[in-house]
């Protein structure tokens, strides 16, 4: 896929939804966090079910340690691999409060150091919380960057790399957005909806429907 047409692909994404969001719900740094870890192999409904009550009780690293992993659990346990995202979590705020005032730092390395945070989580907390222009690649992201061409690549890392370098800078601090929306509500895993998205045209899928 060349430039002009990648291009092309980004500004049809930006036209059809200007201002893009994360679906996970959250008022500060450290709740995003804890969605994101909690949203590992989850989905964001679950996790925001979940999260409606848990931040209501304890919002900051020192209120969610205080619970201890048995009163987290009370709160998270209709999520997927809720016992380990527990005990992650409750080291992580360990963590934040010995290290960093309970806060949550702006560092990736930092990040990184977190229990339960790897790159792809370190790279939501980057982009949404502090507006930098990282690209988190999940599973919907993998599978679009794949199946349209834009960013083709064997492993997730890879196909991050691809899109730094080709993605034009007026689009990187959406694009993780527009790409897993996409990725979720249309190029879906399964069975692509191309009959209703508006880069079909623009796509390099050889087995459009």
């Known amino acids: 896929m060349n430039a002009a047409k990648r291009y092309a692909i980004f500004a049809c994404l930006r ?9 996970l719900e959250y008022q500060t740094p450290f709740e995003l966090l804890v ?18 009550q848990l931040f209501l009780q304890a919002n900051t690293a020192e209120k969610i340690y205080a619970l201890g992993e048995e009163g987290l659990v009370s709160f998270i346990n209709r999520i997927g691999l809720y016992k ?13 409060i010995e290290q ?7 560092l990736r390395e930092q990040l990184e150091q ?3 945070v790897g790159r792809k989580t370190a790279n939501v907390v980057l982009n949404i919380a502090f507006g930098e222009p990282t690209i988190a690649v999940d599973t919907h992201i993998f599978r679009v960057a ?32 527009w790409l897993i929306l996409h990725g979720r509500y249309v190029c879906k895993a399964r ?9 079909a045209h623009l796509c390099e899928f050889k087995d459009k429907n």
Do not use: M
């Open 84 to 96: 380990n995202k527990a005990k992650n979590i409750i080291k992580t705020c360990q963590l934040l």
């Open 146 to 177: 794949n199946r349209t061409r834009i960013a083709p690549g064997k492993t997730v890392y890879e196909v991050e790399q691809k899109l730094l370098k080709w993605v034009p800078d007026e689009f990187k601090q959406n694009i993780h957005h």
């Open 100 to 106: 960093y005032q309970g806060q949550v730092p702006r």
């Open 114 to 116: 977190l229990p339960g």
């Open 191 to 199: 069975k692509p909806d191309c009959g209703n998205c508006n880069i």
């Open 15 to 23: 036209t059809n939804n200007p201002h893009p969001t994360t679906e």
């Open 35 to 52: 969605a994101v870890i909690l949203s590992a192999q989850a989905t964001d409904k679950s996790v925001n079910q979940a999260t409606r």
